[in-house]
C-alpha cells in the first residue's frame, strides 16, 4: 500500500482503498472468494526507470488502473474504477467510493437549462460502459452537448467532475492534465442517459480531445446504484503511447 | 542510440497491449449478454466492430450456440458457424439498400474464459456496399440476435478520415436498432489512406 501511497494522489489512494474496503464487503455479504481485500495485485511492466518507459499496474476487482510513466510524464489512461457497493457503512461511517463523482454529475445535470437539457440527455439506454474492455484504440463520434454551449459556471463543473479521475494522479501530473483538458473545454462534451432525479441510476460522459470517462451503473443482479462502472481514457495517449512511439 | 532504443519501446508496446488490457476486464458480466456494435465509416467502405461479452449467468446458453458438440472447445468451424448465426439476426442498410456483410476479424476466448463473465468475443464485418459515394448518407442497423438475455450498444466510430462527417445518430431504446447519418465529401489528393 506505501507504493500505492506514492504512486497516487491523497485523494487517488483514498479512493482506491474505499473501493477495495467494499470489495470486501462484498465478499463478506456474497461469500465469495473471488472477491475482498487478497484479491487486488500490483504488477510492474519493463524496468522502473526515471527516464525510461515503465508501467505500475493495479488492479482487482472493480479496479484496473495503468499507470505509464516516461520520465516526468505520467498518464493514468486507460483505467477502470467501479465500486460495488457504491455506498457501504464501516466503522459507523456511509463511504461511497464514487460518491464526489456522483453528485456533481447530477449538479451539473441540474445546472443546465432546458435547452441544454435537451442537448445532453440522449433518448436511449445506455446501459454499459461504449468504450469499455476491448476497445483500445477506438473512439466514438461525440454526443451530447458540447462546452462550446455551456456558460463558463458549468465549464467549470464539467471541469471538476473530470477532476475526480484525473486527480488519483499525483497532483503535479494530475494539475498538467487538468491544464490540457481546460484548453479543449469548449471542444468537450457531456451526455447524460437515464433518469435525472438526484441519486438515481443513470449513465453519464465526457467526451474531449483528449480525454474520455464513461460512469455507468450496472443493473446486474440488484440495485444498480449500488454497482458503479467507470472508465478513464485519453483519445490521444493511451498507455502514455505518445510519448515513446518512435 | 535512439535506434537502439525503438525496438525496446516496440516491445514494451506489444507487452503493455497484452498485458494491461485484461485489467481493465475485472469487473465481470453477470446475467447479461452484451452485444456492442461500433459502426466504422471511411471512404473505402463501413465495417461493423462487435464485442459480445456474455455474463456468467447467461454464458452456458450462449455457449450452447457456439461449442456445439459441448467439448470445451470452440473449433474454427464452430466459431465460423456462430458468426454465421449473428450475422442471419443483423440487418444493415445503406441508403435503404440491404447490404450484405463479410466476416473478416474473429476471435474466441475460451470456454472457461468466457464462462468467467470476462472473455469478450470480437468480431468484424465489411459490407459489400463498396467504396462511398459523395453525398449524403444513411446506414441503418437492427440487431436481433438474443434478444431476451441482451445487452446493446451501437456507436458511430469518429471517422479517421476528414471526408466523412458524422450528421446525426438515432437509436431505439435498448439500442437494438439504430440509425447513422453521414456526409462523404470527396477526399483530396492530401487525404490519408484509411488503414481500415
Same mark, same amino acid.
Given at each position: 500500500?506505501?507504493?500505492?501511497?506514492?504512486?497516487?494522489?491523497?485523494?487517488? %489512494?483514498?479512493?482506491? =482503498?474505499?473501493?477495495?474496503?467494499?470489495?470486501?464487503?462484498?465478499?463478506?455479504?456474497?461469500?465469495?472468494?473471488?472477491?475482498?481485500?487478497?484479491?487486488?495485485?500490483?504488477?510492474?511492466?519493463?524496468?522502473? &526507470?526515471?527516464?525510461?518507459?515503465?508501467?505500475?499496474?493495479?488492479?482487482? @476487482? @472493480?479496479?484496473?488502473?495503468?499507470?505509464?510513466?516516461?520520465?516526468?510524464?505520467?498518464?493514468?489512461?486507460?483505467? @477502470?474504477?467501479?465500486?460495488?457497493?457504491?455506498? $457501504? /457503512?464501516?466503522?459507523?461511517?456511509?463511504?461511497?467510493?464514487?460518491?464526489? /463523482?456522483?453528485?456533481?454529475?447530477?449538479?451539473?445535470?441540474?445546472?443546465?437549462?432546458?435547452?441544454?437539457?435537451?442537448?445532453?440527455?440522449?433518448?436511449?439506454?445506455?446501459?454499459?460502459?461504449?468504450?469499455?474492455?476491448? =476497445?483500445?484504440?477506438?473512439?466514438?463520434?461525440?454526443?451530447?452537448?458540447?462546452? &462550446?454551449?455551456?456558460? /463558463?459556471?458549468?465549464?467549470?463543473?464539467?471541469?471538476?467532475?473530470?477532476?475526480?479521475?484525473?486527480?488519483?494522479?499525483?497532483?503535479?501530473?494530475?494539475?498538467?492534465?487538468?491544464?490540457?483538458?481546460?484548453?479543449?473545454?469548449?471542444?468537450?462534451?457531456?451526455?447524460?442517459?437515464?433518469?435525472?432525479?438526484?441519486?438515481?441510476?443513470?449513465?453519464?460522459?465526457?467526451?474531449?480531445?483528449?480525454?474520455?470517462?464513461? $460512469?455507468?451503473?450496472? =443493473?446486474?443482479?440488484?440495485?444498480?446504484?449500488?454497482?458503479?462502472?467507470?472508465? %478513464?481514457?485519453?483519445?490521444?495517449?493511451?498507455?502514455?503511447?505518445?510519448?515513446?512511439?518512435? | 542510440?535512439?535506434?537502439?532504443?525503438?525496438?525496446?519501446?516496440?516491445?514494451? +508496446?506489444? *507487452?503493455?497491449?497484452?498485458?494491461?488490457?485484461?485489467?481493465?476486464?475485472?469487473?465481470?458480466?453477470?446475467?447479461?449478454?452484451?452485444? +456492442?456494435?461500433?459502426? +466504422?465509416?471511411?471512404?473505402?467502405?463501413?465495417?461493423?466492430?462487435?464485442?459480445?461479452?456474455?455474463?456468467?449467468?447467461?454464458?452456458?446458453?450462449?455457449?450452447?450456440?457456439?461449442?456445439?458438440?459441448?467439448?470445451?472447445?470452440?473449433?474454427?468451424?464452430?466459431?465460423?458457424?456462430?458468426?454465421?448465426? *449473428?450475422?442471419?439476426?443483423?440487418?444493415?442498410?445503406?441508403?435503404?439498400?440491404?447490404?450484405?456483410?463479410?466476416?473478416?476479424?474473429?476471435?474466441?476466448?475460451?470456454?472457461?474464459?468466457?464462462?468467467?463473465?470476462?472473455?469478450?468475443?470480437?468480431? +468484424?464485418?465489411?459490407?459489400?456496399?463498396?467504396?462511398?459515394?459523395?453525398?449524403?448518407?444513411?446506414?441503418?442497423?437492427?440487431?436481433?440476435?438474443?434478444?431476451?438475455?441482451?445487452?446493446?450498444?451501437?456507436?458511430?466510430?469518429?471517422?479517421?478520415?476528414?471526408?466523412?462527417?458524422?450528421?446525426?445518430?438515432?437509436?431505439?431504446?435498448?439500442?437494438?436498432?439504430?440509425?447513422?447519418?453521414?456526409?462523404?465529401? *470527396?477526399?483530396?489528393?492530401?487525404?490519408?489512406?484509411?488503414?481500415?
Amino acid at each position: 500500500m506505501a507504493v500505492l501511497a506514492a504512486a497516487f494522489s491523497p485523494q487517488g %489512494y483514498d479512493k482506491v =482503498r474505499q473501493i477495495m474496503e467494499g470489495d470486501e464487503v462484498l465478499r463478506t455479504a456474497s461469500g465469495e472468494a473471488m472477491f475482498g481485500h487478497d484479491e487486488y495485485y500490483v504488477s510492474f511492466l519493463g524496468q522502473p &526507470s526515471a527516464t525510461a518507459p515503465w508501467m505500475l499496474q493495479f488492479g482487482g @476487482h @472493480h479496479l484496473g488502473l495503468n499507470l505509464t510513466l516516461v520520465g516526468e510524464r505520467v498518464t493514468l489512461a486507460p483505467s @477502470h474504477a467501479g465500486a460495488q457497493p457504491a455506498r $457501504y /457503512e464501516l466503522a459507523g461511517k456511509t463511504v461511497r467510493p464514487l460518491g464526489r /463523482e456522483t453528485d456533481k454529475a447530477f449538479a451539473l445535470l441540474s445546472a443546465l437549462d432546458a435547452a441544454q437539457r435537451q442537448q445532453a440527455i440522449l433518448g436511449f439506454q445506455i446501459r454499459d460502459l461504449v468504450l469499455g474492455p476491448g =476497445r483500445d484504440g477506438a473512439m466514438i463520434q461525440p454526443e451530447g452537448i458540447e462546452g &462550446s454551449a455551456l456558460t /463558463e459556471q458549468q465549464r467549470e463543473m464539467l471541469l471538476g467532475l473530470a477532476s475526480e479521475w484525473i486527480g488519483i494522479m499525483p497532483e503535479a501530473v494530475a494539475n498538467a492534465k487538468m491544464a490540457e483538458v481546460r484548453q479543449h473545454i469548449t471542444d468537450t462534451w457531456f451526455a447524460w442517459s437515464g433518469p435525472t432525479e438526484k441519486g438515481s441510476a443513470a449513465y453519464f460522459r465526457i467526451h474531449g480531445p483528449t480525454v474520455f470517462i464513461e $460512469y455507468a451503473p450496472q =443493473r446486474l443482479g440488484g440495485d444498480p446504484t449500488q454497482h458503479i462502472h467507470t472508465i %478513464y481514457r485519453d483519445p490521444t495517449n493511451e498507455y502514455g503511447v505518445k510519448w515513446w512511439t518512435p | 542510440m535512439v535506434d537502439a532504443v525503438i525496438p525496446l519501446l516496440r516491445c514494451l +508496446a506489444l *507487452l503493455l497491449g497484452l498485458v494491461a488490457v485484461p485489467s481493465l476486464v475485472l469487473a465481470h458480466r453477470l446475467d447479461e449478454y452484451l452485444q +456492442a456494435t461500433l459502426v +466504422a465509416i471511411e471512404p473505402r467502405g463501413v465495417r461493423l466492430h462487435i464485442t459480445l461479452t456474455p455474463g456468467m449467468a447467461v454464458a452456458d446458453q450462449v455457449l450452447a450456440l457456439i461449442d456445439r458438440n459441448r467439448d470445451g472447445v470452440i473449433a474454427t468451424k464452430e466459431a465460423a458457424a456462430s458468426c454465421q448465426l *449473428l450475422k442471419r439476426d443483423l440487418v444493415v442498410r445503406l441508403d435503404h439498400q440491404k447490404v450484405e456483410l463479410k466476416l473478416t476479424v474473429s476471435t474466441f476466448p475460451t470456454p472457461t474464459e468466457l464462462r468467467t463473465g470476462w472473455g469478450i468475443i470480437a468480431l +468484424a464485418f465489411a459490407t459489400t456496399a463498396g467504396p462511398l459515394t459523395a453525398g449524403t448518407h444513411e446506414l441503418t442497423f437492427e440487431n436481433r440476435h438474443l434478444p431476451t438475455v441482451s445487452v446493446y450498444l451501437f456507436n458511430a466510430a469518429l471517422p479517421r478520415s476528414g471526408a466523412v462527417q458524422i450528421t446525426s445518430q438515432q437509436r431505439n431504446d435498448d439500442q437494438s436498432v439504430g440509425a447513422i447519418a453521414f456526409t462523404f465529401l *470527396l477526399s483530396t489528393p492530401h487525404e490519408p489512406a484509411s488503414t481500415e
